[in-house]
Nanobody
Framework: VQLQASGGGLVQAGGSLRLSCAASGRAYSGYFMGWFRQAPGKEREFVAGRRWSGGSIYYADSVKGRFTIPRENAQNMVYLQMNSLKPEDTAVYYC?????????????????WGQGTQVTVSS
């Protein structure tokens, strides 16, 4: 599975961004996909995730009510809609896929990673 994340940029606090993750390669629709982020000097952390083909969405507490994974995804695309952005959301955002049928939120459980896209939120 090859993943490509895009859509990052510079936005003011309170603004919105929509990140995209495009997948190609081996069958991935049954796997679990996650969005992660890594701020400078911090560990990579789980943001949100769900099965690539759909279903329940899981969120980190820090983004609940502000971020979502829209359901209107194309077959090979998953998005992360980020609203009410805060300066503490500034990070490099990654999409990843885990070869599992379960729910996974830890970095080490993921098998495939995109290259990351920078999100900067100014105050």
């Amino acid at each position: 599975v090859q993943l490509q994340a895009s859509g990052g940029g510079l936005v003011q606090a309170g603004g919105s961004l929509r990140l995209s993750c495009a997948a190609s390669g081996r069958a991935y629709s049954g796997y679990f996909m996650g969005w992660f982020r890594q701020a400078p000097g911090k560990e990579r952390e789980f943001v949100a995730g769900r099965r690539w083909s759909g279903g329940s969405i899981y969120y980190a507490d820090s983004v609940k009510g502000r971020f979502t994974i829209p359901r209107e995804n194309a077959q090979n695309m998953v998005y992360l809609q980020m609203n009410s952005l805060k300066p503490e959301d500034t990070a490099v955002y990654y999409c990843a896929v885990a070869r599992t049928l379960g729910v996974v939120t830890t970095v080490r459980e993921y098998n495939y990673w995109g290259q990351g896209t920078q999100v900067t939120v100014s105050s």
